[in-house]
């Protein structure tokens, strides 16, 4: 929940997610500045890249049939 706050702040103020993130005491009070940022390293969230990229091509392949 305190992370879809963030999230929701982040956008509707245009701000970066870390920034909110970092203003959350909630999230702070279980996260460390390291864990955040590890969190929101690109190479974290692209295990799921191969998958998307699959799913892409599938639904391409069903469309050239």
């Given at each position: 929940?305190?992370?879809?706050?963030?999230?929701?702040?982040?956008?509707?103020?245009?701000?970066?997610?870390?920034?909110?993130?970092?203003?959350?005491?909630?999230?702070?009070?279980?996260?460390?500045?390291?864990?955040?940022?590890?969190?929101?390293?690109?190479?974290?969230?692209?295990?799921s890249a191969l998958q998307f990229v699959d799913q892409v091509l599938g639904a391409r392949r069903k469309l050239?049939?």
């Amino acid at each position: 929940a305190a992370v879809g706050r963030a999230c929701a702040k982040a956008a509707a103020k245009g701000q970066p997610l870390r920034d909110a993130l970092l203003a959350d005491k909630t999230i702070t009070n279980v996260l460390t500045v390291q864990k955040i940022d590890a969190a929101l390293a690109p190479d974290a969230y692209l295990g799921s890249a191969l998958q998307f990229v699959d799913q892409v091509l599938g639904a391409r392949r069903k469309l050239r049939r």
